[in-house]
């Protein structure tokens, strides 16, 4: 047996409760349904396969099979789909706090139904999900119907519906079943089109992280003037630009909030470069209320200092030579000014200075940078 769900996109606008229907179409297929009873119990398998629409970039769509009887009912395992910057940022959350990881399999059954539960079922756009449940069989069961509800859940709101009926009545091959389940949805605004296809254009709700690595302005050796010919700057700064401008132009957003963290590569004086980092995050946001109609109280920098997480990072990702004995170094707990004099010297005393010099070669030019730059937007009721 085959069910097509026809799945409209929900999004929510933030702290609205008006909607719009979306022109977003996506559509989950269900197969091979199977309900029937055990003594004692009540198992029901299907498989689901995911379209690859199904869930916008930063948006969750919990899929929750509900037995329902009258008023009585029992919620079963949700799948939750992820779209691809939702799901980035759930796997952050669950590095830093790994009790909230969902670690359940798909033969278990649940009566919770939040993104957040551990015992949903985690999916993405394009997946299929072989759904198994088995529950405790109880009288009110005898001629339920198996049903699904969705709860779109985006930044700001969630919105859960009743989408139909998956089967009815269970365990008689499904005398009845709805064809086609919508949800309802809202418009895009100009803020979320960005977000879904630039990585440095992020909602407000997200201020406060640092995107590392989203947009760069890169600098030479010592310097804090703006090269447009090196490297990719010159594209770099136009990008930003227009989507400043076609932010602060746009009816239903604006921008609210620019966050340019400065850099330095970790070589020479320490306060030399935090003066150095300082700077080359003033000569950006500079540039940027020069050419925008920005004001500088909507820009704020960060003195991020010697880039030793970034120089962490490039020497993990690379096979360069005495590699463990560099990360030994880097590893170290850093306690101020003179802790980092003091790795810059144990690092150039590895083997002779080699290892050293090849970093000096190929990553400190990577770390010179005003780096981290990302744009902030709000949404205009």
Known sequence: ?????????????????VFAQSTHDATVRITNIESYQQ???????????IGEKAARSRDNLTLIPVIK???????LQPVVVRGRRAKILFERRAIASPST??????????????????????????????????????????????????????????????????????????????????????????GDRLAEKLPYVNPMSEYGTIHKGNTTVYFHLNKYDIDQTYRDNRRTLADILAAVRELEAAPDSRVEKIVIVGHASPEGGVRANELLSQNRGNTV?????????????RIEIINGGEDWDGLRE???????????????????????????ESKKTQLRAINGGRPYRYMLENMFPTLRSAAYISVYYGNIE
């Open 314 to 340: 490039l020497v993990e990702a690379s096979d360069m030579p005495d590699k463990a004995a560099v990360m030994a170094v880097l590893n170290e707990p850093t306690w101020g000014a003179k802790s980092n």
């Open 39 to 49: 003594p004692g119990s009540m198992k029901i398998d299907f498989d689901m396969q």
């Open 1 to 17: 047996m085959t069910r097509f769900i026809n799945i409209l996109a929900v999004l929510c606008l933030c702290c609205t409760g």
């Open 101 to 190: 990881a969902s670690t359940n399999t798909a033969n278990q059954y649940t009566t919770v139904n939040t993104r957040n539960s551990v015992n949903a079922i985690n999916s993405g756009n394009g997946q299929t999900v072989e759904y198994s449940a088995t529950v405790p069989f109880e009288e009110w069961m005898e001629g339920s119907s198996l049903v699904l509800d969705g709860v779109y859940e985006n930044c700001c709101s969630a919105v859960r519906t009743n989408l139909g009926i998956i089967e009815s009545p269970l365990s008689q091959k499904g005398l009845y079943a709805q064809e086609k389940f919508i949800i309802p949805g809202t418009h895009r605004t100009t």
């Open 69 to 75: 009887n009258g008023d009585r009912q029992l919620e």
């Open 285 to 297: 946001h500079k540039y940027i209320t020069d050419h925008s109609t920005l004001t500088a109280d």
